[in-house]
C-alpha cells in the first residue's frame, strides 16, 4: 500500500473501530437517531414500491420468501450464484430495489417496514 493509502488507514481506521464500531465518529455526527429494530450493519434488500419502503435482512429470505404487498405477491430470495438478494413480482417484473445495509436503508426510508417483525 503506498504511504498516503496507510497514513490514511492509520488515521481512519482501527482505532476508532475498535471504540465505536465500523463508523468513524465525525460520520455519526452527521446522522439523526438510529433505527434500532437490527443491527446497523445487517446485510439486506431494501424494496421500494409506490412510497412504500420494506427492508429484507439477507438471514431472513436466503431460501426464499414470499411477501405479499396488496394485491401482489413478491418473491425475495438470495442468489446462489453471487450471493445477493433479489426481488421479483410473482406475475412479472421487479420493483425498486437496493442490495443495502440496515442504517443506510432506515435513514433514507425512515419507518419502513421491516419482514419478519
Do not use: N
Not at 421479483?88 to 443506510?104: C, N
Amino acid at each position: 500500500m503506498p504511504l498516503r493509502g496507510r497514513l490514511i488507514a492509520a488515521l481512519f481506521g482501527g482505532h476508532w473501530q475498535r471504540r465505536k464500531g465500523m463508523m468513524p465518529g465525525f460520520f455519526r455526527k452527521t446522522m439523526g437517531a438510529a433505527d434500532e429494530r437490527l443491527p446497523e450493519h445487517t446485510q439486506g434488500l431494501g424494496v421500494v414500491v409506490d412510497g412504500e419502503a420494506r427492508f429484507y435482512p439477507k438471514a431472513r429470505i436466503a431460501g426464499g420468501v414470499a411477501d405479499r404487498w396488496g394485491e401482489r405477491v413478491l418473491r425475495v430470495g438470495v442468489d446462489p450464484r453471487d450471493g445477493i438478494p433479489r426481488a421479483a413480482w410473482a406475475d412479472g417484473g421487479a420493483p425498486m430495489q437496493l442490495f443495502a445495509r440496515w442504517y443506510g436503508f432506515a435513514y433514507t426510508y425512515p419507518g419502513c417496514g421491516l419482514f419478519g417483525g
